[in-house]
């Protein structure tokens, strides 16, 4: 081999090993750092496939400082409040209802779009018509619920019946757990979350909620939180829990992420469609999408 040459082989090998460095480098920053590989496969690889994946995440840019008192931008609901029996209502506490499609019943405003969805894809799907028979119910009603049956119905200001966002549903000759025999009822319980609702009592969930499994009782939590509960397989109370006060949290195109009460909240610039809701446990859950 002449001088020429040799010198070719050492730059081809030193060119060689740069490169498979940088490859090396770009598969461990990767590896350690999925929010950005996410980014990547959501931008590039599969950019009209919804990528489902729940992350914590460092938002971009600048984050503003939205005035809460203000009500700059955003929409305040009562969506993801957390009631059980160790989260009792505030004394206070008054829901935002509204009567749904002048039927007499009582609902939370937040759901009932939602329960409209639900309502007619269940007719549409299974040919039979979705009927509540409790969505709300005031402090003092809950009291003689509870009066009347302790182990059936939680002490007043502990029911989530009195956000009027749950809603005990049944199909014709189905309440109860026979609703689960119902096509209605089968096609609400895996179906349900695609509308915002959960089953906020499963099965397999009884040490957390301290409730039976109750596949007639939906609530309302909204999208995408429903979906990340599904998806993951939680009950409410842990995915309240999963949410760290401070971080933020993506899931396709959703930013969430929860704070502490107070009227300024930082959020990364580009959202829209920014819902705000208190937790029950201090915190504001905050909800918006990017533009
Ligand atoms: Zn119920």
Redesign the pocket.
Known sequence: MNKKSVKTSTILKIIFASLSLVLLTTIVVLLSKPELLYQIQGKWLRPDQEYSTFKMIKPKGKLIEYDFSAEQDLDYEQSLMLVNQSHRLPQDFVPQMAEYKDSGVQMNVAMLDAYAKLSESVTQKTDDYLYVS?VYRTDEEQGILHAEDPDYALPAGH???QTGL???VYVYEHAGMAFLESEAGKYVNQSCYDFGFII?YPEGKEEITKIPF?P??LRYVGLPHSKIIQQKFISFEEYIDLLEPGKFYRYQNYLITRQEISSKINLPQDLKNIVCSPDNTGHLIITGEYN
């Open positions: 409790s029911s989530e019946h749950a809603a005990d906020r109750e007639w009782h």
